[in-house]
């Protein structure tokens, strides 16, 4: 068995340990969350690696993605008892959703009948002629085999994010920064700007820089040289990637919250706390006592405390349950402020943001679109592929031009091909989205008082950020239409 745990350990260490085990012909590999603190490469290198691997493996996981790809049998483990399914994970999901759903009504389908029956018994129990019928009807309804539901555990956090007044236009900007760690180069001379509204992930191998370039912006370490600065009325939540490590164990939960609480907020700790599934006693427990999925949701709990318009996350769901990851992204979803998160986690990401930034080679590439939209880029989608990486940093300022190279070469293989038809259907999906959306904006601006209303300004800006995005699309469908010919 192997456990990937500290946060250092990259995509080689694991391919390593992978290989030694390899060395001696196990018949049966036991993972146990080995995505947890991989690169997207890796955990796509891990998927081809299982894929080819001849023997047995279990896998433990909360990687929704990793799980449809590397297994075929699902075992649910709920409330202390086993469900066997011979299906991977979403088929999985799905038939024990269809399983529930015909079980419940079977169930109440035999409520119905042992009701009827129980009236019967008792109306026959009534007349002396008819007693031994109803106590042979009870005999048969005790023998009556019962449908039994399952209790499901569907405790689920509850998560909203405290929004506080709007920033200015600009969140945060970096200007030529570099940054180095005595000689160790991990950023060299990168620009970066984030403006209100906007939510960026970034990506890239362990060891290149994200959480380093998270720090300089939320002004939690230094740049060697250059600039780093926070825009006006920036309020800034931070979740840093140890902060669940950070919580000082010898103190309970509760006085956890204390200890990061503004007084305002004091009578509101318990409730908190309950909405993050601690609730009665465990709030005097020891936060030495807490399981890692525990202090992560702990974590979370004292960044609530805060209202803040400015929220980065460093690796927020290590740790955390399907259950909890599912209401942590719609929570993010429904957050309106700006967003900056650091994840490897595809499904997580997958529709959350809407830039995402790669750190690779000391720079960052940025791709305009979610982590679907950069994996379908870097042609990192189709795990062949993983293993021809190739280095495109070329430009002079920080950025280079990922997008450049699916220019080159005339013929294209039919692998191009379907990446080029998918993102022909995905940009004309989204032309038509945004066209449908400024139609209607169109509509409301056409309304008489349009311009006395107090939204009318973020109505404007959203059609102007409309368009901008429309131009962008079009430009991206071009190209990918040019191409395919
Ligand atoms: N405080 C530090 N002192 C020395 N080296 C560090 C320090 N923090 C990070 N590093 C190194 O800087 C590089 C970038 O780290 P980091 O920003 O954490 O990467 P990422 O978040 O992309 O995995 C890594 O090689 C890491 O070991
Ligand atoms: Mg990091």
């Known amino acids: 068995m192997t456990r990937l745990t500290d946060e250092f350990s990259g995509g080689w260490q694991m391919r390593i340990e992978l290989a030694k085990i390899l060395l001696r012909q196990p018949d049966l590999l036991l993972l146990d969350e080995p995505t947890n603190h991989l690169d997207i490469e890796s955990i796509l290198w891990l998927e081809d690696w299982l894929a080819k691997y001849p023997g047995m493996a279990i896998v433990i996981s909360h990687d929704r993605r990793f799980l449809d790809n590397v297994t075929n049998r699902t075992v649910e483990v709920m409330l202390g008892r086993l469900d066997d399914y011979k299906v991977p994970y979403s088929k999985y999901v799905e038939l024990s959703a269809e399983r529930r759903e015909k079980l419940s009504a079977a169930y109440e389908n035999q409520q ?17 002629s008819k007693t031994k019928m109803a106590q042979s009807m009870q005999k048969q309804l005790d023998k009556m085999d019962r449908v039994e539901i399952d209790e499901q555990d569907t405790s689920v956090m509850r998560l909203r994010f405290p929004e506080a007044p709007r920033a200015g236009e600009v969140v945060a900007t970096a200007e030529h920064l570099t940054k180095r760690y ?22 890239g191998q362990n060891g290149q820089g994200k959480t380093t370039l998270a720090k300089i912006l939320v002004g939690a370490e230094a740049a060697t040289s250059g600039k780093a600065t926070m825009g006006y009325n920036v309020a800034i939540g931070y979740y840093a990637q140890n902060q669940a490590e950070t919580l000082d164990p010898k103190i309970t939960l509760l006085e956890t919250m204390e200890k990061y609480s503004p007084p305002e907020m004091r009578t509101k ?39 803040f318009n400015f929220l980065v996350l460093d690796e927020p769901t290590n740790h955390l349950d399907m259950l909890s990851k599912d209401v942590l992204k719609q929570a993010l979803l429904d957050y309106k402020g700006t967003l900056l998160v650091v994840s ?75 990446q080029l038809q998918r993102t022909v259907q995905r940009t004309e999906r989204r032309i038509s989205e945004i066209e449908a959306e400024l139609k209607k904006i169109e509509g409301k601006m056409a309304e008489s008082d349009f311009y006395s209303r107090p939204e009318s300004q973020d109505v404007l800006q959203k059609y102007s950020a409309g368009k901008a995005e429309l131009e962008k699309v079009y430009a991206e469908w071009e190209l990918a239409a040019e191409q395919l010919g």
């Open 112 to 128: 119905r009948v042992i009701a009827d029956r129980e009236r019967t018994i008792t109306r026959f129990m009534a007349k002396a």
């Open 182 to 203: 005595g000689n160790l180069k991990v950023l060299e001379n990168v620009d970066f700007q984030l403006l209100r509204g906007e939510r960026v992930a970034f990506v």
């Open 269 to 307: 700790l318990r409730s908190t706390l309950g909405g993050f599934l601690f609730s009665g006693e465990d709030v005097d427990k020891k936060v030495v006592a807490l399981s890692g999925g525990e202090r992560a949701r702990l974590a979370l709990a004292c960044m609530l405390l805060r209202p």
């Open 344 to 418: 490897h986690d595809r499904e997580f990401l997958s529709g959350l943001t809407n830039r995402t930034i790669e750190f690779r080679d000391h720079r960052l590439h940025e791709y305009l679109g979610d982590v679907n939209y950069f994996l379908e880029k870097r042609r990192l989608d189709n795990m062949r592929q993983v293993e021809m990486r190739t280095t495109t940093a070329k430009a002079g300022n920080g950025y280079a031009a990922p997008d450049e190279r699916g220019k080159a070469g005339s013929a294209l293989s039919a692998e191009d091909k379907k």
